[in-house]
């Protein structure tokens, strides 16, 4: 579930991009009036209002938000209102630019988008940068990483609920197999977690679990970044909400807050499952995810995340 | 430049589905008529007559053709007929399934389709096999075929003329480093022929021919069944053309036709670059491609075949 709300009375187009254009020019810029606008509109609005702003005033919205908001706050603002396959196309190419400890943030885009949301970030990656997705990462890395994080942000997975049992139960015991023997990288494991629909993989590890009375999860717990990055890949893919419960608590909790990562997850997650990931985090960490994230952000950037939680007062 | 030839004047769908009706329901088929609707319609008259015939006369026209047709005749309109992306899925699915020589055709498909084909092809598989494109080739093969073919058939290149130069320089450098130390299926072999864009890569041949005064294709002509394929790959991404001629002549000349190819490439290449297919054959092999097609060829399936290259008499 969705923790974005917009309003049962959205005004016109024509009146929100009226209000920001005000946001923007008055004597000093009006933060709040930004958040009560962008923070409660879909992104089929958001879109909307970005040509709307244009055709009116003959800028983009995207610069202004830019040009008048500083810091985290901008970063959220921008990220947020950018159109879903278009901010996917911006963070991977943000991650490929970066160390290898944002080799994550491309297993994320590949593995908690559906096949079909991938396609399009590919196509937005394209139109962006005159460059494929795939070329980037190839580029920027080596060796299991390149093995790994190519055929992942490459794939466009079959997208059905079918499941093959007899294939399930073949490939659990090929990945048992490799896992034990900490052959990570393995063509076998790289090959049925880059190619196989969400659904197979889920059956291949339930099948796992009962079969060889071990969690795959848990044997990866232990290990360097690669590691990680398998343990990244298979949350990613079949439990995405306590995914991203893990990065949160991570940004949230860690020796000062990861805002990068705060924002990332909120901005991309506000208007697909939020709601139930802010549930998962209040069950793990006993405290409301909007609280823990009040305490550790302030002013406009809190007040923003607050918004596309659902927990602000418009 | 395409060979199929449209009339000017198109009798109204219904009366095409009228006609092929007739076609099956008469005393014997009607072949002929057949190939004057079929041979001269384009893929957006062919899939409303599939649509028109379904709801007129409640069955799938793909259906009847494979009753009342037979053996080449039968496979090469039923090819035909398909929707290109569907066509592509079928022919990857056929190709999945068979001995690794069938694996040139997954190369096939994969480089000399636009990059949006591609994506196409994979939706198409989908829908139609409950799998995708890639688990199947990955399953399917092993070692240095799958690290070539799995990046091939995944691959959503940038389709933009934007050529980095000083890029293709240094690739052309690595190419020509791995390729004369015979690292055929070294990692940034691969990494370069399966993400670069097709101009890119013409950028980096081109540079690559300059600098070395080598040419790829003949160091790449003796050797095994990859070497093959990575002929294959740098012609078909490269010279489209000059692969599909290559192609025909090794159907049409090599002990006995090979139908299958010949049905495959005429099916494919007739509405998209046949003509300049056929005329390059003309120039390679001083003989027009519709006549050592004639020559080699009988019947309805002979018909067919010409009719697609634009050279019978409707």
């Given at each position: 579930m969705a923790s974005l709300t917009v309003p049962a009375e959205v005004p016109s187009v024509a009146e929100d991009c009226e209000q920001l254009r005000a946001a923007f020019k008055g004597?000093?810029?009006?933060e709040k009036l930004i958040i009560s606008i962008l923070g409660h509109r879909n992104a089929a609005q958001r879109k909307l209002i970005q040509q709307i702003y244009a055709e009116t005033f003959g800028e983009d919205l995207l610069k202004e938000l830019d040009r008048e908001l500083t810091n985290d706050f901008e970063k959220l603002v921008v990220v947020w209102t950018l159109d879903p396959s278009e901010r996917d196309a911006y963070l991977a190419k943000e991650a490929t630019k970066r160390?290898?400890?944002?080799?994550f943030v491309l297993v994320e885009i590949a593995c908690t988008r559906s096949p079909k949301e991938l396609v399009l970030a590919r196509e937005a990656y394209h139109a962006r940068y005159k460059k494929s997705l795939e070329e980037d990462v190839a580029y920027h890395t080596t060796g299991e990483h390149r093995k790994l994080l190519v055929p992942l942000v490459s794939s466009y997975r079959y997208?059905?609920?079918?499941?093959?049992l007899r294939l399930a139960k073949a490939e659990a015991k090929i990945l048992h197999e490799k896992i034990s023997d900490k052959a990570y990288s393995d063509d076998e494991v790289i090959r049925i977690l880059a190619t196989r629909s969400k659904a197979q993989i889920n059956a291949t590890l339930n099948h796992y679990k009962d079969e060889y009375e071990e969690d795959i999860l848990k044997q990866l717990e232990e290990g360097d970044e690669f590691v990680g990055l398998l343990r990244a890949t298979i949350k990613g893919l079949v439990y995405p909400e306590h995914y991203f419960v893990e990065v949160l608590r991570d940004a949230i909790n860690r020796?000062?807050?990861e805002e990068d990562h705060l924002t990332r997850v909120i901005a991309t997650r506000a208007e697909v499952d939020m709601k139930t990931i802010a549930d998962e985090y209040q069950k793990r960490d006993s405290i409301p995810l909007g609280r823990a994230i009040a305490k550790d952000t302030r002013g406009d950037y809190e007040n923003m995340l607050l918004a596309l939680l659902g927990q602000d007062e418009d």
């Open positions: 004597w000093g810029t009006n160390w290898t400890k944002s080799n997208g059905g609920d079918e499941v093959d020796r000062g807050t």
